[in-house]
């Protein structure tokens, strides 16, 4: 609601103070959007002058959505994807164990993210006006920090560890997010050089190196080092080379790794203790290497925030813990600094496993809730979400439903990600209640649009929406006149609607009685069973029907069919005229086509609604008949 | 070679696709139409590769002409002239240079508000072209033939369907067949003055709507129909009224059906179900000429998906060769390759 309230401010400034001195209006629109507007207290009287003179403007105002920007697009698209094959996937695996393709799909979402991040940067760096490329700036800051945490949850709930020991995996987590010095690092043992310390970052490169845990890097680095030959570097090398390194398949227990490695550990304490290093950088290597916090402290301020000091923190004092431990490292190494960043915020209630501060934070950022929703459905699907509210209830389902339901109904106000949005709703109880009223709303221009919305409509069950659509159409075409009765008809039909076929045969025949020809009759002559939705259409269709009998002479049948619409009583009011007028030429025929029988029927039909025709045509009519009766008394109409 | 398939997120729905051919080489350019965005365009596109090393082409996009509604349909009416039918009722020829791609696309000849409802706006739903000729339709239900050497209308046919029309086929140079929204078929004499068809007949007794309309290329009497309800059916028009097959295909509606030009007897289709198949049809056009096709044969039909099926509609496809081309729903365009024919 916040980011809403700051736009008001900001558009209002557009409007003439005129409109102020009215009073102003608001009302909602579809979606997150509303209309302000100026509300006159008095009754103007508009004439097409003033209409064209007033300054009063409506303002349409909505929140501004970053996900509707192109390139987003494709990351909405891209992602809905993945969404619909994890709901597959959850639905399979309530019988079996797929933890494999989720962590397949999870690394999907990334390799998502990563491709909207490089689109990003292309963009950015083409980009020549400065508020744009600020823009795409700003959009690389939200997704480089999106695909740091998606990465940091898929280690810690989602992928497979072997005996659960993070730390390889944490290593790579820092190495991949947040690469420093590593140019520095490749430059200087590409060129090989001995005497590199040198060099103004050489040290710096080193330290972190070690806390990165890239061993091999740090001892290559070390041996370029002037005085690599001296007691002292060979020590720390040595030192370096013989870490234990734990690895499930190594064939030994994590007991026997801790003890091995407690022990080499305290090797390098005397070593430390024993005044061997002279040089105060190799010493605080050494020191780093014990996992002495200090030393820690030290070499904080050359990172930009404290998580790219998790990794070397776990690996110098306890390499064995497991993933749900990584709490007590999160705290100590956050302790280091004070920059409080949103980011940082999200890591360290990560590392605590604390999924519902995570969830609120990730909220914050805005990317109009993509990360939050999609997450949250991963980590549920996933079984590693749980979440009690204050009355430790379980509220996970509600609270995935929520961000999803969110979500899905932020994509269904754009015209043309609601098919994407309709995914999303569709996929949870309420959702399918939601996305029928928005589907209903939803603005419809042309037909072909009209046929997609009722199929995507009819995908989910929401045969109330195809109907509601086809009825719309229908109105549409009613309302355009009489030449359009042919469409009303149609979606008339398609809405299996009664009432609404029944308006617009009521039309058909009432233009008909005004002296248009009959519209439709391509439809009416092959719609078959289609008519008998309704009386009224199907007295439209059977009276089309003796239209074309009547034109093409075959004069028995015709009189046949229109006896029988006069006898069943079925026309309205205001067709009886019409209906009975249609008789006369049948009863003038050379040869006699209406029956003695039929003849007494039309003259009682006529008698009792004399009211619907003038006297003389009524007369006309009497004497019509008398004659045809005179006719046939003698020799009937046969049977054919 | 197993078939390959390349997506690319293009940021709108594609309605149509549709290669840009090219003499004596393999062509790397095509078109694209969209649909149901707030602003539509034309674009055109070109496969280029992004590093010099590497294999993989991805398209780039060479320019934009932005319409003023959904692209309904879009033909060629000779190599470099493609005819463009519109949702507000107007249809373009636009004409792309032979040598420059990324110059903008020229106008050549606009009817605005061709198809309409008086003063109300009418979609025009789709188009046909046959050697310059074309044929376009609305949901006013009147059928055009206009000419697209002297750019006038040539003969219209009013109210040649009092419903809506939505797909449009030249069978001959003076014949044209329609499908309405209730799947009614109707063939049309151009040269004759009546406003009657020549033939009319029901695609199927569901009074769904006839989606899209091709003639088989080497044998002109056979027609085919997509339904929306998925069905395709089949014509020989020597003996109309009823389909001489009714085969009930895709999960939803037909979008678009192509024969393969290097190969009549294989056809491919899409559908809003996300399908895209190929079709075997040996079977089904030898045994038009002489009778109806036994059951048991219909089942041996050989029928292949080309892509796994999409969560969205497939719109179009068009193919050139070995490469095919299809525009989807979900906002992507797919390159499907190595398609054996």
Known sequence: MIGIF???????????????????????????????????????????????KTDDKILNIRQEVVLFTPILRKLVNEANGTYLSVQKISETSKTTDNQVDFLKLSRQYRSIIRVCIESLQEAASKEKDGIDKNTYLSYLTIFYSIECIWHLCEILYIDIIPGEVVLPFLLEWVRFHFPCHEQTAAQL??????????????????????????????????????????????????????????????GISTGEFTISWKHWQAECRSKLNSKVLQDPQLELVMRLMCGERSAFECVSVKFSSWFDLVGGWVLWTAPWTRRGELGAAGAACAAFTHTRGPLEQIVRALLDGDLHQVIREIQQISDNNWFAAHLTDM???????????????????????????????????????????????????????????MLERMPIQTE??????????????????????????????????????????????????????????????????????????????????????????????????????YKSREFRKAAKLLVSLITSNIAPEYFWSTLLLDTLPLLETEEPVISSEDTYDIMLCLELRSTCLSKEKADLLRLALARNLARTVLVDVGDE | ??????????????????????????????????????????KVWGFETANEDEDVEYPRQLS????????????????????????????????ISAYDKEAPLKEVYTWNNLHNYGVEKCSCTSLDTL????????????????????????QTIKGADSCSLHSVCFIKLNEVITGNVRGHMKIWDIRSSSNKPSAAFLLAGDELAATCIIHHPTQPHIVLAGSESGALALWDLRMNQFPTSLLNAHGGGV??????????????????????????????????????????????MNVNSLMPTLHKAINTLHCDRGRTLCGADNEAIYLIKNLRY
């Open chain 1, 379 to 437: 980590l549920y699907h996933c079984g590693k979400l749980r979440i009690l509210d204050i009355h430790q209830a379980d509220v996970t389902s509600r609270l995935r439903d929520s961000l999803i339901l969110e979500y899905g109904s932020l994509l269904m106000e754009h015209k043309s990600l609601w098919s994407v949005g309709l995914s999303y709703l569709c996929g949870t109880p309420e959702g399918v209640r939601r996305a029928e009223l």
């Open chain 2, 255 to 300: 979008t678009e059906m192509q024969f393969h030009p290097e190969n009549p007897n294989k056809l491919l289709t899409t559908s809003v179900s996300g399908e895209i198949w190929e079709w075997n049809m040996d079977m089904l056009t030898k045994k038009m000429s002489d009778d109806y096709m036994p059951v048991d044969d219909k089942t041996n």
């Open chain 1, 448 to 549: 072909a649009k009209a046929m997609r919305v009722a199929a995507e409509a009819k995908k989910y069950g929401l045969l109330g929406v195809v109907q509601s659509v086809s009825a719309c159409m229908s109105t549409r075409h009613l309302s355009g006149g009489a030449e359009r009765t042919g469409g009303a008809l149609a979606w008339g039909a398609r809405a299996r609607s009664g009432p609404q076929c029944s308006r617009a045969a009521h039309a058909a025949l009432r233009a008909h009685c005004a002296g248009l020809p009959l519209p439709a009759a391509d439809l009416l002559l092959t719609a078959g069973p289609a008519l008998l939705v309704d009386d009224t259409l199907l007295l439209l269709g059977k009276y089309c029907d003796f239209h074309r009998l």
């Open chain 1, 189 to 250: 043992l590409e060129s090989c050089e001995v005497g590199s310390e040198d060099h103004k970052d050489y040290w710096d490169t080193v330290i972190v190196m070690i806390v990165q845990g890239r061993i091999d890097v740090a001892r290559a680095l070390l041996k370029l080092h002037s005085a690599a030959d001296s007691n002292e570097f060979k020590l720390v090398d040595n030192s370096l080379r013989s870490m234990p390194v734990y690895s499930v398949y190594g």
């Open chain 2, 131 to 154: 050697e310059g000729d074309i044929a376009s339709i609305g949901e006013d239900g009147n059928v055009n033939i206009l000419n697209g050497r002297r750019g006038d209308i040539s």
């Open chain 2, 1 to 42: 070679m197993p078939l390959d398939v390349q997506g690319t997120f293009v940021s709108q729905k594609i309605n149509k696709v549709r290669w840009i051919p090219e003499d004596y080489m393999e062509t790397k350019h095509f078109f694209t139409g969209s649909w149901d965005d707030d602003e539509n365009c034309i």
């Open chain 2, 64 to 95: 934009e002409y932005k319409v003023d509604g959904d692209v309904t349909e879009m033909k060629f009416t000779n190599k470099n002239v493609i005819a463009v039918s519109i949702s507000n009722g107007d249809v373009k020829m636009l004409e």
């Open chain 1, 6 to 52: 700051k736009f008001i401010r900001v558009n209002f400034q557009e409007l003439p103070d005129k409109c102020f001195k009215k009073g102003i209006g608001c009302v909602w629109r579809r979606g997150n959007q509303f209309t302000v507007f100026p509300r006159s207290q008095s009754v103007n009287k508009t004439t097409d002058e003033s209409r064209n």
